[in-house]
């Protein structure tokens, strides 16, 4: 199985700052990773997909990076809507894994 | 628009049997192009992929769960449902079930439902 580690657990930033979230993975996973934003009470929304696609109506302040075992998610101006949580999903092997997420909250 | 919905009891006894249901509007679920697939969140935690169905038979599961679980289609209905047995405790949580691209380029959950909490208690 491969273990997604995601760092921080807790980003602490304000409004208008630059986010950046790491996604380490135990094994290589090529490109084949995605990440999620998940706000209190509601299901995940897929943001990036092949570490680097933004998905349909994501902002371009979504930026996804990395290949092989290291991957980041950029978010290059904080929205108030964008604190939420992040986590990263690879699809490279079975069983499909998820990292623990990253907090991103108002400072 | 293709959207899921989640039915199914929100409290189950431990040993019995979790039965979920996802309804799918807006998409065949008889197409071999795409994943069905049920994601867990215990409260207050991450994302736990339970299991994924194509094409009405076949499945894949993930290990941890693979001896209770199982994942199965009604086309006549659109729906695939979800059932877990011997549940404890520790399978309290929102279960959500999600589509996931299988030929198409977008091959990750999307969309999802809304979720479902399911309890675990006597």
């Known amino acids: 199985e491969i273990v997604l580690t995601q760092s921080p657990a807790t980003l602490s930033l304000s409004p208008g700052e630059r986010a950046t979230l790491s996604c380490r993975a135990s094994?290589?996973?090529?490109?084949?990773l995605a990440w999620y934003q998940q706000k209190p009470g509601q299901a995940p929304r897929l943001l990036i997909y092949?570490?680097?696609k933004r998905a349909t109506g994501i902002p371009d302040r979504f930026s996804g990076s990395g290949s092989g075992t290291d991957f980041t998610l950029t978010i290059t101006s904080l929205e108030p809507e964008d604190f939420a949580v992040y986590y990263c999903?690879?699809?490279?092997?079975?069983?499909?894994?998820f990292g623990g997420g990253t907090k991103v909250e108002i400072k | 628009q293709l959207q899921l919905q989640e039915s199914g009891p929100g409290l189950v006894k431990p040993s019995e049997t979790l039965s979920l249901t996802c309804t799918v509007s807006?998409?065949?679920?008889?197409?071999?192009?795409?994943?069905w697939g049920w994601i867990r969140q215990p409260p207050g935690k991450g994302l736990e992929w339970i299991g994924s169905?194509?094409?009405?038979?076949?499945?894949n599961y993930n290990p941890s769960l693979k001896s209770r679980v199982t994942i199965s289609v009604d086309t006549s209905k659109n729906q695939f449902s979800l059932r877990l047995t011997s549940v404890t405790a520790a399978d309290t949580a929102v279960y959500y079930c999600?589509?996931?691209?299988?030929?198409?380029?977008?091959?990750?959950?999307?969309?999802w439902g809304q979720g479902t909490l399911v309890t675990v208690s006597s």
């Open positions: 169905i194509y094409y009405s038979e076949n499945t």
């Open positions: 094994q290589s996973v090529i490109s084949y």
């Open positions: 999903q690879q699809r490279r092997t079975w069983p499909l894994t």
């Open positions: 092949d570490a680097s």
């Open positions: 807006g998409d065949s679920i008889s197409s071999s192009d795409y994943y």
């Open positions: 999600a589509r996931r691209g299988r030929t198409v380029v977008v091959t990750w959950f999307d969309p």
